[in-house]
């Protein structure tokens, strides 16, 4: 199923980024290019993260920035930023983080399926490493194939 939401025009490896706001901003772009979230919603989760802290920033290494569905989105989507040499969140207990996995859910209950599917992703450690190691695309797709 991750195959059908994570395309490799949602997908990036950016290693020139080195600070958590482009990370986000960057890994939005695919959502806002077809407009599955608006401006507003990057908007949403910045200020979350000024009021909570790295609230997204969900285990060592990944972070998943999301907001509410009517802060601007549209539409169901995913995309996925790999950051390989990592970049501070400010989070103390996950920081660096090397994978951003843009979220955006038009309502409370459309996303639980693919949350389920990122939950089983984000819990094997070694597929993890090799998406945080991945120097190309296929290599990130490769993993994905299998959730």
């Given at each position: ?29 695919p959502l806002l290019k077809e407009g599955t979230i608006t401006p507003d919603y990057l908007t949403a989760i910045f200020a979350q993260r000024e009021k909570l802290g790295p609230y997204f920033v969900l ?89």
């Amino acid at each position: 199923m991750l195959n059908d939401w994570l395309t490799s025009d949602r997908i990036q490896i950016r290693t020139d980024i080195t600070d958590w706001r482009e990370a986000v901003e960057v890994s939005a772009e695919p959502l806002l290019k077809e407009g599955t979230i608006t401006p507003d919603y990057l908007t949403a989760i910045f200020a979350q993260r000024e009021k909570l802290g790295p609230y997204f920033v969900l285990a060592p290494g990944i972070a998943m920035p999301h907001a509410r569905p009517e802060e601007g989105a549209n539409g169901l989507g995913l995309s996925l930023l790999t950051l390989p040499h990592g970049v501070k969140f400010n989070s103390e207990d996950n920081d660096p983080v090397y994978t951003v996995v843009m979220l955006s859910a038009p309502d409370k209950h459309s996303h639980i399926e693919l949350i389920s599917e990122l939950a089983e992703l984000f819990s094997s450690e070694e597929d993890m490493q090799k998406i945080f190691r991945a120097k190309a695309l296929d290599e990130i797709q490769e993993v994905i194939a299998r959730y």
